[in-house]
């Protein structure tokens, strides 16, 4: 896929596209989001609040699964709080980023992610928005049904971390972030 970088202030902002590689569907439409160092600075608690204030779901605190797996019914943001890993997205054959304290990774629905490798002290704070809160979780090609989810899971309603007031969503979709 390619990794994009589209905004450098006040943190940077890549956007990384990933076709359908023959078993994982990713999204060709909707890109994977990396804030780089959004969160640099502010404790685990600060986050969980952030999320649950900006419409998302009260977050998980954990890794990323060691196999390859996506959700076909809602977006997933990943807040990382300690430590670094590196996650693969898009597939066995797909781009693996390091993610460290302070990155949010805004994961859209189909596209398949993996841990790596990761630090002894990582954490991520994983939380979907709260329209969708029900995550599936799929781990090879999908039915119809699942490419179904998949096309008619709509954007978050808010911004994961700036809630409704600073939401990168336009009338155009996720394609006018930034």
Known sequence: GAVELVRQEPFEVHRVYLDDDGTFPNNRACPLLLYRGVWRGRSRREGEAALVGSGWTSPWAWGVFPYHHYHSNAWEALLCVGGEAEVQFGGPAGPALITET?????????????????????????????????????RGAPDEAQRKNIAACPLPATDPLFGADAAPWGDTGIAALF
């Not at 805004?106 to 329209?131: M, T, W």
Request: overall charge negative; aromatic content about 6%.
């Open 102 to 138: 302070g990155d949010l990774l805004l994961i859209p629905p189909g596209v398949a992610h993996k841990q790596l490798r990761a630090s002894a002290d990582f954490v991520l704070l994983g939380s979907y928005p709260n329209e969708t809160p029900d995550a599936d979780t799929v």
